[in-house]
C-alpha cells in the first residue's frame, strides 16, 4: 500500500524522473561491467516517500529489492544534484497555469521540529530545553501554497531569514507582481524587517509586538495552516538527517506534495476528468 494516494505520487514521480540524469542498469566502476544491477529509481524514489512520510530509518523501510545503503547513496546524489528545487517549482507552474498563485499576498513565518541527530542545519532549541532543532522559514502565497523555503539552526531568529526566504520565491516563481503585501507576525516587528521589504519595493503588514495575536491575526493564518500540513510528514516532524542538502531536499520534496495535494482538492470542484481522484483525505 503506497504512503500516499497515486494520483499525488504518480504526477510527481513522473516529473521527478524527468529531471534525473539517465544512468546505465548495472553499477559504474565494475571490471566485468555487468554486476550488481543498479535498482531502479523508481523503487528508490518509493522508498523515500515512505520515510519522508512516517519519519522512519532507512533501516526499517528497506526490503529485500531495496537496501537502506541504497537510499541513503540515492538520496545523497539527488540532493546534491538539487532535484526536489526544480521538482517543486514544476508543481508551482501547474499550479498557476490550472488554479493560479495568488502572489499579491504572501505570508511569512517560522517553524521549529526536532532535529535529535544534530548536523549541519541544527542549533539549540529556545523552545525544546536547548536540545538540537531545526527552523524552517515558508512563504506562502494567499492560499497557503509553499513558494519557497530556508532551513536553518533552531537558535535563529525569524527576522533575518526573512530576506533569504524571499530569494527563495523568486528563486522558485520568478518575477513577482509590483504590487507585493508581506504579511508577518510579531517577530518580524522591527526596523531591519521593515526596511528590506521597503528596499525590496513591497508592503507589509506586520503585527505589533504587545498586542494578543487574536486581535491581529490578519492574513497570514494560512502560513500557519502551510506548516501544519508540512509537519503531517514525519520526517520533517523530526528531522535525523545530518547533510543540510538532504534536509532541504525533504523539505521541497514535501511542499511539492503540499502544492500537488491543493492543485488536486481546488481543481475538483472547478474542473471534470474521467480518473479524477475520489477520496477527499490527500496527504
Wanted: glycine share 10%; aromatic share 6%.
Amino acid at each position: 500500500m503506497p504512503a500516499i494516494p497515486s494520483c499525488l505520487l504518480e504526477p510527481l514521480w513522473d516529473q521527478f524522473a524527468a529531471l534525473l540524469v539517465a544512468r546505465d542498469g548495472y553499477a559504474e566502476g565494475h571490471p566485468l561491467g555487468c554486476h550488481r544491477r543498479r535498482v531502479p529509481d523508481g523503487v528508490v524514489f518509493d522508498h523515500i516517500v515512505l520515510a519522508l512520510v512516517h519519519g522512519s530509518g532507512y533501516e526499517r523501510i528497506a526490503t529485500p529489492g531495496c537496501s537502506d545503503r541504497s537510499i541513503r547513496r540515492r538520496v545523497k546524489q539527488w540532493a546534491e544534484l538539487g532535484i526536489s528545487e526544480p521538482a517543486h517549482a514544476l508543481a508551482l507552474e501547474a499550479y498557476d497555469r490550472v488554479i493560479g498563485l495568488g502572489l499579491t499576498e504572501i505570508s511569512v513565518d517560522g517553524c521549529i521540529a526536532k532535529a535529535p541527530s544534530g548536523g549541519e542545519k541544527a542549533g539549540r532549541s529556545p523552545v525544546d530545553r536547548g536540545k538540537q532543532g531545526l527552523k524552517r522559514s515558508v512563504a506562502s502565497d494567499a492560499c497557503g501554497v509553499p513558494l519557497g523555503i530556508i532551513s536553518d539552526g533552531a537558535n535563529r531568529h525569524d527576522s533575518p531569514l526573512l530576506g533569504p526566504t524571499l530569494d527563495a520565491v523568486k528563486e522558485q516563481v520568478g518575477v513577482l507582481p509590483q504590487a507585493v503585501n508581506i504579511n508577518l507576525d510579531r517577530g518580524y516587528d522591527s526596523s531591519k524587517s521593515r526596511a528590506l521589504l521597503a528596499e525590496l519595493g513591497f508592503t507589509a503588514e506586520i503585527a505589533r509586538k504587545g498586542v494578543p495575536a487574536p486581535i491581529q491575526a490578519g492574513k497570514r493564518w494560512v502560513v500557519e495552516r502551510t506548516h501544519s500540513w508540512m509537519n503531517d510528514y514525519g520526517k520533517l516532524r523530526r528531522c535525523t538527517e545530518r547533510n543540510g542538502k538532504v534536509v532541504d531536499f525533504y523539505l521541497y520534496l514535501a511542499a511539492a506534495l503540499v502544492t500537488l495535494r491543493m492543485l488536486i482538492r481546488r481543481a475538483t470542484n472547478l474542473y471534470r476528468w474521467d480518473d479524477r481522484p475520489t477520496t477527499r483525505r490527500l496527504k
